[in-house]
Every structure is written in C-alpha cells, then in structure tokens.
Nanobody
Framework: QVQLVESGGGLVQPGGSLRLTCAAS????????MGWYRQAPGRERELVAI?????????NYANSVKGRFTISRSGAENTVYLQMNSLKPEDTAVYYC??????????????WGLGTLVTVSS
C-alpha cells in the first residue's frame, strides 16, 4: 500500500511564500511522476506543476504559476516540494499531491494525497 502525505499549507499574506511537502511511503518500486494539483471553491481541480524526475528540466507548470512556483523532487526520500513565492489571493485552494507509482508488485497506479489548504489573504 502507498500513501502520500502533504504538509506545509496555511494562511499567508499576498506576496508571501509557502513551501509544500509531499512524502510518499509504502510498497514503492519506482516513482514515475510527482506533482501538485489544486482545487479552489467552486472550481475544478487543476494541474499546478509536475515533474518526472529529480532534474529541474523535467518540470512543467501551469501558466498561472510560472516564474512564481518551483517544483523539486528528492529521489532518495520519495518526496516532492512546491516552493510558492509571490502568492496571490487567487492561489487560494486545497493543494493535492499526486504521484504515478510502480509498486513492489509492479503495478503502476495513480495516487493522491488528502490535500493541504493554502489561503492567501490579508
């Protein structure tokens, strides 16, 4: 069984920064991709950033966060981070960690964390 646990959400003022962390644990053979999605009230869940390796060149971002957010991944720790700078009120949402993982039984599956709330408000 695989679990994704997020941390780092909270309340921040506009222009501020937060760092989200997501740690994957369990019966993991390999991690093919890790990323972050978000869902604001009344809106559909959307991709924020995703990476397929520990290299920064493999990262892709939503246009709305390019230049402000940075995704990074620690392969040894099965962890993905989202550094969020210059936060705006429209970034307010529940942020979900997502990972495509091949388990020890060699099944490739899509996993989600429970989400962490980010609120940007003065």
């Amino acid at each position: 069984q695989v679990q994704l646990v997020e941390s780092g959400g909270g309340l921040v003022q506009p222009g501020g920064s937060l760092r989200l962390t997501c740690a994957a644990s369990g019966s993991i053979f390999s991690i093919d991709a890790m990323g972050w999605y978000r869902q604001a009230p009344g809106r559909e869940r959307e991709l924020v950033a995703i990476t397929t390796s520990t290299s920064s060149s493999s990262a892709n971002y939503a246009n709305s966060v390019k230049g402000r957010f940075t995704i990074s991944r620690s392969g040894a720790e099965n962890t993905v981070y989202l550094q969020m700078n210059s936060l705006k009120p429209e970034d307010t949402a529940v942020y979900y960690c997502n990972a495509v993982i091949t388990t020890a039984a060699h099944y490739s599956m899509n996993y989600w964390g429970l989400g962490t709330l980010v609120t940007v408000s003065s």
